[in-house]
């Protein structure tokens, strides 16, 4: 059963907290009408990826329950919806941090699917977190073949513009967080790359400019809580270094 479009369109304003709010108030609008629509749990469930990666969710317990329920409850119902998996296994390696339980959900909803382009995009960030950046470019890129025009293209191009950053290919890294950007300046995940690579690859007047648009669109971010808004990084010094990207690029800590 497709979602209807209405559901959806805010779904995919990254940038824009209204229309995520207003998403997820519909996507459980939809569960309200289906209790048993495996999809919109999952979309529901993804909600507070965006809402996490903004800064725009505390992390509480409450919210954090929350996902995981949607998510669970999109396994439960959707265990041959690839759609479905991976929002859900997405939402619980990033929200929840249950990394190896969020991979393996990601891989079977590549199983079902494998033309699936939204999956291979966030088993591509689940590469990241694991640390085989090489492995997370190659997701990415299947997933820019598969979908050009995919909604989710700012996140893979930021994607493929941190597992340049981790391997040390800054201006790489940059000019791919650049163009996540073209299409959304707003994007927080986007900026923190763009500003951690630009100054890590010394091209500060670019990096001062993005972590000044951060800074206005999350001015509590510091360097020591970034970790609140990254994902569930298994290297520390992958950490380490987009912190020190930060840092250089003017963040104080």
């Known amino acids: 059963m497709p979602i209807p479009s209405i559901y959806v369109a805010g779904f995919y304003q990254f940038a824009s907290r209204q229309a995520n709010e207003e998403a997820l108030r519909l996507f459980n609008s939809a569960i309200e009408l289906e209790p048993d629509f495996a999809t919109a749990y999952g979309r529901a469930a993804f909600c507070y990826v965006i809402a996490k990666s903004n800064a725009w969710i505390s992390g509480t317990a409450n919210e954090i329950a929350e996902a995981k329920r949607l998510a669970q409850r999109a396994v439960e119902l959707g265990k041959d919806d690839a759609n479905?998996?991976?929002?859900?296994?997405?939402?619980?390696?990033?929200?929840?941090?249950?990394?190896?339980?969020?991979?393996?959900?990601?891989?079977?909803?590549l199983v079902l699917n494998s033309n699936f382009a939204e999956a291979?995009?966030?088993?591509?960030?689940?590469?990241n977190w694991l640390a085989e950046p090489e492995l997370a470019i190659e997701r990415f890129a299947r997933a820019m073949r598969l979908s050009p025009l995919d909604p989710f293209v700012t996140g893979?191009?930021?994607?493929?513009?941190?597992?340049?950053?981790?391997?040390?290919?800054?201006?790489?890294?940059?000019?791919?967080?650049?163009?996540?950007?073209?299409?959304?300046?707003?994007?927080?995940?986007?900026?923190?790359?763009?500003?951690?690579?630009?100054?890590?690859?010394?091209?500060?007047?670019?990096?001062?400019?993005?972590?000044?648009?951060?800074?206005?669109?999350?001015?509590?971010?510091?360097?020591s809580t970034l970790k609140d808004v990254l994902g569930p990084y298994r290297r520390a010094e992958d950490i380490s270094r987009y912190q020190e990207g930060l840092r250089r690029a003017g963040l104080p800590d």
């Open 120 to 127: 291979w995009a966030c088993g591509g960030w689940v590469k």
């Open 84 to 109: 479905a998996l991976a929002a859900s296994g997405y939402t619980l390696a990033y929200v929840v941090r249950n990394l190896e339980v969020g991979a393996a959900l990601i891989d079977r909803a």
């Open 156 to 223: 893979m191009r930021a994607g493929t513009a941190h597992a340049n950053f981790f391997l040390g290919r800054y201006d790489e890294a940059a000019s791919w967080a650049a163009l996540a950007l073209h299409d959304s300046p707003d994007f927080q995940t986007g900026l923190r790359i763009e500003a951690a690579s630009s100054a890590m690859a010394g091209r500060l007047e670019q990096a001062y400019k993005a972590l000044a648009v951060l800074r206005q669109l999350n001015p509590a971010l510091r360097v």
